[in-house]
């Protein structure tokens, strides 16, 4: 770059610094005007002097900037800085169960959410949730609700795929009774009469035996304990 053929304006010079120190402040302008300089080819000591800039601070600004960057133009003795990103907190959320409570503690500013324990569909809604969302791990959410990794990765996917039925338990009982007609359990009921007379006791298997051979009638043991049992 020319600077030869650069005019400058004493007016405008004035204006600009007074803005900028009011901003970022003298020290801070003076860093940048140094730094702006030595980048232009001028010498160090024309720099110092120009600037009233001690060589050693000159120096020190030069090699601060090749080691920090824009976090050398500030005091160091500031606890933070305006240039710098801030540190990026690294979150280890833990999982742990404190009385009636299920404490996810997310490991930032003592972030914690409490799931009552006794309320288990929510329980899973929350972890899954969760580790669908990259907070928690497979095992973390397989060891709180004692359940096997490969299984709750596929209720997670069910989570994202069904919304909360898909990770409802499907399985029921018996809805209706067996389809027994009635004429059936009549025989049913008077074999469990006669079975009780004559020997005191009966049993599923005995009664489907007896049916078996008296009626012609076959039935399971499971469906006649079911009637009576």
Avoid: W
Avoid at 88 to 106: C, D, R, T, W, Y
Avoid at 157 to 167: E, F, H, K, P, S
Avoid at 172 to 197: F, H, N, S
């Amino acid at each position: 770059m020319d600077c030869e053929n650069l005019s400058f304006s004493q007016n405008l010079c004035q204006q600009r610094i007074t803005k900028a120190e009011g901003l970022l402040g003298p020290k801070v302008v003076r860093k940048i005007l140094g730094y702006a300089l030595f980048l232009l080819g001028a010498k160090r000591s024309v720099i110092s002097s120009i600037l009233g800039m001690a060589p050693g601070s000159l120096r020190s600004l030069i090699l601060a900037m090749n080691r920090r960057g824009l976090s050398a133009f500030e005091d160091q003795r500031r606890r933070t800085s305006c240039f710098k990103q801030p540190a990026i907190i690294q979150a280890s959320p833990s999982i742990e169960e404190e009385g009636a409570f299920l404490k996810v503690n997310f490991g930032v500013n003592d972030i914690t959410l409490n799931v009552p324990a006794v309320n288990s569909i929510q329980e899973r809604v929350v972890l899954l949730t969760l580790l669908n969302d990259g907070f928690l791990t497979c095992l973390q959410v397989a060891d709180a609700l004692n359940l096997s990794a490969d299984r709750v990765g596929k209720l997670a996917r069910a989570l994202q795929q069904q919304d909360v039925m898909g990770i409802l338990d499907q399985r029921r009982g018996q809805q209706q009774d067996y389809r027994l007609p009635p004429e059936v359990k009549a025989e049913l009921i008077q074999q469990y009469v006669i079975d009780i007379v004559d020997q005191g006791h009966t049993s599923g298997e005995q009664l489907a035996r007896n049916l078996h051979e008296r009626c012609d009638l076959e039935i399971s043991p499971r469906s006649i304990l079911y009637v009576f049992f």
